[in-house]
């Protein structure tokens, strides 16, 4: 196994499958099997959720609500995601815990550095909920924030496409894929990996990221064990 401990960086639209909005139960349980499936070889898996299936902080300022209120908002719906992918893991027997950047006693422990890297070398699950607990940051850099305090091997970005392209492949069929590229050339490149702080602070971190695609059965094992699979950005 290449990569022992790893966080795992989820959309909140990759949660809605063919629906429209919300959580597509059929995806969160194929989502569950493939995290245990990693667990069960033997890695240290944390995850963090966006919440753009419910809400998203951005496009409700953009309609005139205040910036800070939305994304406290998109915060919340980060922590229902995470409630549902914590339901769907136990429902596989899966020891999970989920930890929030705000305060939520009754149904999440907070966010606890220590107590975090415990559970995962119990073999638990650690799902972290409510981004960084700041408006003005993406779960992108809660992502990143979260794998460098819990001193992860690597960020695992899972998309709906097999890694980076030069142009989106959804819109360019002439698109060919990177098999790896350096945070360098993908800031040259103008290539929309992560927003721009968190990829910066995973750079500043020698934290690489792989890309690659969650919706193919088994891939998130391969990842794990170092096959070629999606793209990886390193240093």
């Given at each position: 196994?290449?990569?022992?401990?790893?966080?795992?960086?989820?959309?909140?639209?990759?949660?809605?499958?063919?629906?429209?909005?919300?959580?597509?139960?059929?995806?969160?349980?194929?989502?569950?099997?493939?995290?245990?499936?990693?667990?069960?070889?033997?890695?240290?898996?944390?995850?963090?959720?966006?919440?753009?299936?419910?809400?998203?902080?951005?496009?409700?300022?953009?309609?005139?609500?205040?910036?800070?209120?939305?994304?406290?908002?998109?915060?919340?719906?980060?922590?229902?995601?995470?409630?549902?992918?914590?339901?769907?893991?136990?429902?596989?027997?899966?020891?999970?815990?989920?930890?929030?950047?705000?305060?939520?006693?009754?149904?999440?422990?907070?966010?606890?550095?220590?107590?975090?890297i415990r559970h995962l070398e119990k073999g638990?699950?650690?799902?972290?909920?409510?981004?960084?607990?700041?408006?003005?940051?993406?779960?992108?850099?809660?992502?990143?924030?979260?794998?460098?305090?819990?001193?992860?091997?690597?960020?695992?970005?899972?998309?709906?496409?097999?890694?980076?392209?030069?142009?989106?492949?959804?819109?360019?069929?002439?698109?060919?894929?990177?098999?790896?590229?350096?945070?360098?050339?993908?800031?040259?490149?103008?290539?929309?990996?992560?927003?721009?702080?968190?990829?910066?602070?995973?750079?500043?971190?020698?934290?690489?990221?792989?890309?690659?695609?969650?919706?193919?059965?088994?891939?998130?094992?391969?990842?794990?064990?170092?096959?070629?699979?999606?793209?990886?950005?390193?240093?």
């Amino acid at each position: 196994m290449k990569y022992k401990r790893i966080l795992l960086k989820l959309s909140g639209e990759a949660l809605m499958g063919g629906r429209q909005h919300g959580i597509d139960p059929a995806r969160l349980k194929e989502y569950a099997i493939e995290i245990k499936q990693a667990v069960n070889r033997g890695a240290e898996v944390a995850v963090v959720i966006g919440g753009g299936n419910i809400f998203r902080g951005v496009a409700g300022a953009s309609n005139g609500m205040d910036r800070v209120q939305g994304d406290y908002m998109g915060m919340l719906a980060t922590v229902i995601n995470s409630l549902a992918l914590q339901s769907a893991l136990e429902d596989e027997g899966v020891l999970t815990r989920l930890q929030t950047a705000i305060t939520m006693e009754a149904i999440a422990e907070p966010f606890i550095r220590r107590r975090a890297i415990r559970h995962l070398e119990k073999g638990r699950v650690v799902i972290f909920g409510a981004g960084t607990g700041n408006p003005y940051f993406t779960t992108d850099s809660a992502a990143v924030l979260r794998a460098i305090e819990i001193n992860a091997d690597v960020i695992l970005k899972g998309t709906r496409v097999d890694g980076i392209y030069t142009a989106d492949p959804e819109k360019d069929p002439q698109a060919t894929k990177y098999g790896h590229i350096t945070f360098s050339e993908a800031i040259d490149k103008g290539l929309k990996i992560m927003d721009m702080t968190a990829f910066t602070l995973s750079q500043e971190n020698h934290l690489p990221i792989i890309v690659f695609d969650m919706n193919r059965r088994g891939n998130l094992a391969k990842v794990i064990a170092g096959e070629s699979v999606g793209t990886i950005v390193y240093d």
